[in-house]
C-alpha cells in the first residue's frame, strides 16, 4: 500500500528517533533493525523503503541527534541570555549532570556513540565528525560573543578545550557511575574545568 509524503517523512523520523534512543543506549551493533523498527512502530520490511542498511540509518541518526543537540544548546544558550544568566554556563551546566550521565540513549550522540563510530565506516565516522563541528561552532560562537577581542585561533582552542572537557567529564562519570560520590566529583570537576578552557589564552587580538 502506498502512503502518503507526510506518512513517509513521519514513518522516516519514527526511525531516526527509535535508532537514536537504542543506538544511544546499547550502541549500534548490539541493536538489530527489527528492534529499531518494532520501536517506531513499523514492520521489517518497510525499513528499506527508507534506508538501504543499518549502517545509512546509523548515518542519519547521528547526523540527526547531533543537529539537534546543536540546536539545543543554541536554545539554551539563548534562554540563558534572555535571562541575564552566561550561555556558556548554562551550555555547560546541563550537559554535565546526572540524569545526562544515566541515560545515554537521550542524551548526547558524540558522547555515546564516538567510541563505537570511530572505528565504523567512513560514512559513518564523517557524520559524527560533523556533528561534532555543530557542537563546536555553538562554543566557538558563544566564547567569541563573550571574548570579542580574542584571536579566532584561540577562540577555537577554547572552544575544543570546553568540548573535550565536557565529553571526557561524562565519560569519566559514566566510568564511575557505581560510585556516586566520585561520579558526581567527576561531573563537577569537569563542569569547573569547562568553565575554565571556555576562556581563550591570552594572545594577540
Request: with cysteine.
Amino acid at each position: 500500500m502506498k502512503v502518503d509524503r507526510s506518512t513517509r517523512e513521519a514513518h522516516g523520523d519514527a526511525l531516526l528517533s527509535a535508532a537514536g534512543r537504542l543506538f544511544g543506549a546499547r550502541g549500534i551493533a548490539a541493536v538489530p533493525i527489527a528492534e529499531v523498527t518494532a520501536a517506531a512502530g513499523l514492520t521489517h520490511g518497510a525499513f528499506y523503503g527508507h534506508f538501504p542498511s543499518k549502517t545509512a540509518l546509523a548515518e542519519a541518526a547521528c547526523r540527526s541527534g547531533l543537529e539537534q543537540g546543536a540546536q539545543r544548546w543554541r536554545g539554551r544558550a539563548a534562554a540563558a541570555r534572555a535571562e541575564g544568566r552566561d550561555p556558556l554556563t548554562a551550555i555547560i551546566a546541563s550537559y554535565l549532570t546526572e540524569h545526562h550521565r544515566d541515560d545515554p540513549g537521550e542524551g548526547c550522540v558524540l558522547a555515546a556513540l564516538g567510541p563505537e563510530v570511530t572505528r565504523a565506516e567512513p560514512a559513518l565516522r564523517a557524520a559524527l565528525a560533523d556533528g561534532a563541528t555543530l557542537l563546536l561552532a555553538v562554543l566557538r560562537d558563544e566564547i567569541a560573543t563573550a571574548h570579542p577581542t580574542a584571536a579566532r585561533d584561540r577562540v577555537e582552542a577554547a572552544a575544543d578545550a570546553t568540548l573535550a572537557a565536557m565529553l571526557g567529564g561524562l565519560q569519566l562519570a559514566r566510568a564511575r557511575s557505581t560510585d556516586p560520590a566520585h561520579s558526581r566529583a567527576a561531573l563537577a570537576a569537569a563542569a569547573a574545568l569547562a568553565r575554565r578552557a571556555a576562556i581563550p589564552a591570552p594572545g594577540d587580538a
